[in-house]
């Protein structure tokens, strides 16, 4: 499998950007998908995961309300919407995929992608 991950950028505090993470192998169906994120100096953390069909999502409490992931499996691609963005945000974002038979969203990933840098400006 494997994973490009793109959308990332300069943004002010309050913005928006779309991230997008493109996979390839098997039929896209056949994955949940998930974004996590690393701030420098710090651990990497769950940002928003999605089932298979993408029916079931979950976010981590910093970003709910404001970030939406979904995923298009005609197009294999999975995407991340960040809406009022803030300082705290800036780090980079990487995209996760695991084959899983239930249509259930995970914290565990087998493939990751590259990353890509947000960075929000205050």
């Known amino acids: 499998v494997q994973l490009q991950a793109s959308g990332g950028g300069l943004v002010q505090a309050g913005g928006s950007l779309r991230l997008s993470c493109a996979a390839s192998g098997r039929p896209f169906n056949y994955y949940a998908m998930g974004w996590f994120r690393q701030a420098p100096g710090k651990e990497r953390e769950f940002v928003a995961g999605i089932s298979r069909s993408g029916g079931s999502t979950r976010y981590s409490d910093s970003v709910m309300g404001r970030f939406t992931i979904s995923k298009v499996n005609y197009n294999n691609t999975v995407y991340l919407q960040m809406d009022a963005l803030e300082p705290e945000d800036t780090a980079v974002y990487f995209c996760?995929?695991?084959?899983?038979?239930?249509?259930?969203?995970?914290?565990?990933?087998?493939?990751w992608g590259q990353g890509t840098l947000v960075t929000v400006s205050s």
């Open positions: 996760g995929v695991r084959t899983i038979l239930k249509d259930v969203v995970t914290l565990s990933y087998e493939y």
